[in-house]
Every structure is written in C-alpha cells, then in structure tokens.
C-alpha cells in the first residue's frame, strides 16, 4: 500500500462530501479541483461566496456538479455550518481551509452539534518516503502535546482503526523512545512497556504493539537484528507512535524536507475523518489527505 494506491483505491468507492470550512482560499481549492477531477469526492464549500465563486472561476470549476458554495459570514460560521453538515449526514468529511486550527477544533469539540465520540482526538499522517518498501504512519504530530498513557491508548486506537479501514490487517505499532530497553528514569519507554503488555492481554486489539524501540530498529530489520531484538513489530513497523508533540513534528517535517517523502495526513478519533493539513502543505498534500480521510469512511 502507498498513498498512489490509497487515492486510486479512494476514486473507486462510492461518491463521499466533503464540507470545507473557510474555503476561500487558491491552494485549498486547487486541492478541491484536482480531488474533483480525479472523482475522489464532491464538496460543499462554507465560505465569503465572492470570494470563493472568484477562485472557483480561476480554476474553471464554477459549473461544476461536484462544487456547491455555501456563504458564511466569518471564519466560525463557516467552521460551524462544516461541522453541523457532517453531525447531520450532509457530509462524509470535514476539513479545514484557510482558518486557525483552534477556530474548527472549537466547533467540532462542541457538545451540541461538534463530531466527539468521547476519546482522544489525534493526528495520523501517512508517508511515502522514497527507497522504503511501504507506506508508514506516523503519530501524534499534532494534536497532543505531552500524552499520558490513557491518550496514548486512543491515539494508537485512532491509528490502528484508520490503518485497518484502509486494509492493513492487524498493523504493527512501535512506540518510540531514545533505547529499546525500559529505563525508570524516561517515561517513554514504562508507557512503551505497558502499551505493548495491554496488547498482549487484548486491552488493546486488531494490532501488535511492541516496544520501547528507537526509530531505527522499529522501521529497519537490519538494525534491528544487529542489535539481537527479537520482536514481531521491529524493523516492520506500521505506526510510528511518538512520545510526545515535538518528536512527532521534528519527525512528520524531516521526512518531508529532507527525505522528499509524500504526506497525506487527518484527525482520527472523531464521528467522522478530519482534513487538517498545515497552510503551508500544497495542495498534492491536501489531496492525499482527502484520501485517507475518505478510504477511512470505509469501515
């Protein structure tokens, strides 16, 4: 599986709407013209409906049967009106446009009409890095900033209910740290330890989990047979579960900036997948996104 599969795998399924908050951006809706040329999905755009019918008219999609403009008078009644359209079944997907991430988060935490199932929310991206033989996910990147073992629980329970919508049978998860061994004194490898014995006892189903393992035995089977680690996850790794928001970003942007990897990235953990791609990602990023977001749907 890679994200080229993922998307050609995302035009096959039946039509999903995606309702994009804060629409009335160029990058965004070029995103949005090559998700609707590809017949990955159709769109609700919320938004200033000038603004958006403007770029919409750039990019020759202002006829278009999968495009439909919904004004908005600011940037939270667009996010609301987003939101509101996936709680009520108008939509399949939410995702963010041109709008803060605390401004759409508001809403979909929002008791009356948000998307919250109750646990965690976290972010999962998905990478293509060149020379590696398949796709790899990591997370949280960002969303949670120093997680504790319960939000570690549901962010691997986020990760592996995505993987396994998508067709990865029983995903393999290693939670990361500086040693593969458990030292008292870094926390991140006690929570490692006790993630992997809840997997064992079933606390934590449809996945392996092993670990503490460092980066490089967790995605490498040379390293980690020269290191003599005998586990199912080591060197095979299909979740990269950090320990914390700064690995999490240092990781997601080494693999983009130095390593040339492709990304496709959402929020997990909601009543539906949602589209949260930083401004500066382009709009191939947003589309792969839309991907995951919509194979995810098909649980």
Sequence with gaps: ??????????????????????????????????????????FILYGDEKQI?????????????????VHSSDDKDSCKSAVTAVRNGE????????????????????????????????HLAAFDVPGYDRMIFVTDSGMNIAPDLQQKVDIVNNAVEVATSIGIKTPKVAPLAAVEVINPSMQATLDAAALSQMSVRGQIKNCVVDGPLALDNAISAKSASH??????VAGFADILLVPSIEVGNALYKSLVYFANAKVGGIIAGAKAPIVLTSRSDDAESKVYSIALAVSSTNK
Excluded: F, P, W
Aim: charged share 30%; no cysteine; aromatic share 2%.
């Design 91 to 122: 939509a399949d997907v939410l995702m963010k446009g041109m709008v803060s991430t605390s401004t759409i988060l508001k809403e979909v935490l929002n008791k009356e009409y948000g998307l919250r199932k109750g646990k965690s929310l976290s």
């Design 227 to 232: 290191k003599g680690i005998k586990s199912e």
């Design 53 to 69: 019918m403007s770029i919409l008219e750039k990019k020759d999609l202002t006829h278009s049967e999968d495009v439909r403009v």
């Design 1 to 42: 599986m890679n994200l080229n599969n993922l998307l050609k795998e995302a035009t096959e399924q039946t039509n999903k709407v995606v309702a994009l908050a804060a629409a009335a951006d160029e990058e965004v809706i070029e995103a949005v013209r090559m998700a609707v040329n590809q017949k990955l999905a159709s």
